[in-house]
T-cell receptor, first 114, second 114 residues
Framework: EPEVTQTPSHQVTQMGQEVILRCVPI?????FYWYRQILGQKVEFLVS????????KSEIFDDQFSVERPDGSNFTLKIRSTKLEDSAMYFC????????????FGQGTRLTVV | QKEVEQNSGPLSVPEGAIASLNCTYS??????FFWYRQYSGKSPELIMS????GDKEDGRFTAQLNKASQYVSLLIRDSQPSDSATYLC??????????????FGQGTTLQVKP
């Protein structure tokens, strides 16, 4: 069964360092997303990406964040200068279409900023 | 402010009973509705989607949608200990366009006791 895969599963980084979280969406899907979940809190939308550009981003997704689809299969989230409050589970998701279809989530990357 | 509200629980039911999980949403024009299951430390796993008023059944799961009351529910029949997890309600609000931005509730923790 097709699935969204994310690497690494766990990333520890020092405050101020750059991190790149990687995702391989389901192959025939067109819409890609990043969500995050701080421990004990709701799953929060960060950004959606379609046709090689950002469709929508939340207020969380500030200038420290960027996304890229560098090679037609990978979808990456970069955080330029990590803060302690960026510590969270980051989930990549994809859907065949946008609003009318189901989004499937990867297993997540646990980011710990120390 | 677009809101999706769930009782955080825990909801405790005996094995074999029916578990009833409820969700309300604030934005009347909301479109697609989804139930995800999330085990502790894991990613959201899609269980059901529902798009129109009424009931939708899939195995032991039934989703119910009432757009007039802005209410969506999930029934789990013959609950099993393996159903013990947090159940997340997610909604595409109006204005999502084709971005596929999901709004999640905080989740209801279900405990099924053997």
């Amino acid at each position: 069964e097709p699935e969204v895969t994310q690497t690494p599963s766990h990333q520890v980084t020092q405050m101020g360092q750059e991190v790149i979280l990687r995702c391989v969406p389901i192959s025939n899907h067109l819409y890609f997303y990043w969500y995050r979940q701080i421990l004990g809190q709701k799953v929060e939308f960060l950004v959606s990406f379609y046709n090689n550009e950002i469709s929508e981003k939340s207020e969380i997704f500030d200038d420290q964040f960027s996304v890229e689809r560098p090679d037609g299969s990978n979808f990456t989230l970069k955080i330029r200068s990590t803060k302690l409050e960026d510590s969270a589970m980051y989930f990549c998701a994809s859907s065949a279409q946008g609003v009318v279809t189901e989004a499937f989530f990867g297993q997540g990357t646990r980011l710990t900023v120390v | 402010q677009k809101e999706v509200e769930q009782n955080s629980g825990p909801l405790s039911v005996p094995e074999g009973a029916i578990a009833s999980l409820n969700c309300t949403y604030s934005d009347r024009g909301s479109q697609s509705f989804f139930w995800y299951r999330q085990y502790s430390g894991k990613s959201p796993e899609l269980i059901m989607s529902i798009y129109s008023n009424g009931d939708k059944e899939d195995g032991r799961f039934t989703a119910q949608l009432n757009k007039a009351s802005q209410y969506v529910s999930l029934l789990i029949r013959d609950s099993q200990p393996s159903d013990s997890a947090t159940y997340l309600c997610a909604v595409y609000p109006p204005g999502s366009g084709n971005t596929g931005k999901l709004i999640f509730g905080q989740g209801t923790t279900l405990q099924v006791k053997p």
